[in-house]
Nanobody, 120 residues
């Protein structure tokens, strides 16, 4: 079984910073891509940032210049450094990974979510 475990959420004031982490464990052959999504109350889940195994990144326009995604391939871990946080960044943040389980099997996996609240 594959498990994604997130950490690092919490309450922060506007303009502050948080760093989210997500570690994948289990019977993993390799990880093709990892990313972060978020879902605010009453809204659909949306992509925040994604990174491939080769380090190519893409970001939602709303977070460009403020958030940075990175990964440690050796540790199967992805990070999201969030700076200059705004109240509209408040949401549950979910880690996602496209994991290669074998030469013929792969799948998308999700973490349990971590709450980020930006408020004064």
């Amino acid at each position: 079984q594959v498990q994604l475990v997130e950490s690092g959420g919490g309450l922060v004031q506007p303009g502050g910073s948080l760093r989210l982490s997500c570690a994948a464990s289990g019977r993993i052959f390799s990880i093709a891509s990892m990313g972060w999504y978020r879902q605010a109350p009453g809204q659909q889940r949306e992509l925040v940032a994604r990174i491939t195994s080769g380090g190519t990144t893409n970001y939602a326009d709303s977070v460009k210049g403020r958030f940075t995604i990175s990964r440690d391939n050796a540790e199967n871990t992805v990070y999201l450094q969030m700076n200059s946080l705004k109240p509209e960044d408040t949401a549950v943040y979910y880690c996602n990974a496209h994991i290669i389980l074998s030469t013929i099997r792969s799948g998308d996996y999700w973490g349990q979510g971590t709450q980020v609240t930006v408020s004064s």
